[in-house]
């Protein structure tokens, strides 16, 4: 036994659920800040795709382990603020589309000198369209992480109904 003491967490449930609350902060203060960077980048300075390409690799590996990590475990990130619903989606879809348009904006005035009223009938399709994917992204996920949580459910149900008739 003195060998699971010799490998016994120093720290308890409770400091380590304040360890998981600073490393989620952080964690999305690095994501958030490598995001600006890049677009940054892509607005101001004119970079290619290939020259931010050993940034956008790491961000995308991240995003994707998020996401399966999410799904599998049946977790909504935005659990604090709203449950996965029609509402939500249609919420969270305009947030990231009215970003990406104002950016996008932004950008074709810095790189081509193409002021907003210039094209801003391209801008309202680009609102439109990445509204539409956006929502849709919303919609899958959330109903992923809906049906994988009455997976989980079911079986920490039956689980426990095993349990029960055990004892």
């Given amino acids: 036994?003195?060998?699971?003491?010799?490998?016994?967490?120093?720290?308890?449930?409770?400091?380590?659920?304040?360890?998981?609350?600073?490393?989620?902060?952080?964690?999305?203060i690095?994501?958030?800040?490598?995001?600006?960077?890049?677009?940054?980048?892509?607005?101001l300075f004119d970079v290619g795709i290939l020259e931010m390409l050993p940034m956008i690799i790491p961000l995308f590996i991240v995003a994707v382990w998020m996401t399966v990590g999410h799904h599998r475990n049946g977790t909504w990130?935005?659990?604090?603020?709203?449950?996965?619903?029609?509402?939500?989606?249609?919420?969270?879809?305009?947030?990231?589309s009215i970003i990406l348009t104002v950016l996008i904006?932004?950008?074709?005035?810095?790189?081509?000198?193409?002021?907003l009223n210039d094209s801003i009938r391209y801008l309202l399709f680009f609102l439109v369209g990445s509204y539409v994917l956006c929502f849709f992204i919303c919609f899958i996920s959330g109903e992923v992480t809906k049906?994988?949580?009455?997976?989980?459910?079911?079986?920490?149900?039956?689980k426990d109904a095993n349990k029960n008739i055990a004892e």
């Fill in 1 to 28: 036994m003195k060998w699971m003491q010799k490998y016994r967490k120093p720290v308890d449930e409770r400091q380590e659920l304040g360890i998981l609350k600073v490393e989620r902060k952080a964690f999305w």
């Fill in 30 to 43: 690095l994501f958030i800040s490598l995001t600006v960077g890049l677009m940054a980048k892509v607005i």
């Fill in 77 to 96: 990130d935005i659990e604090y603020i709203a449950q996965p619903s029609i509402k939500v989606y249609l919420i969270f879809g305009i947030i990231p």
């Fill in 105 to 115: 904006g932004l950008m074709w005035y810095f790189r081509f000198g193409i002021y």
């Fill in 147 to 158: 049906r994988r949580r009455k997976t989980l459910e079911k079986q920490y149900a039956d």
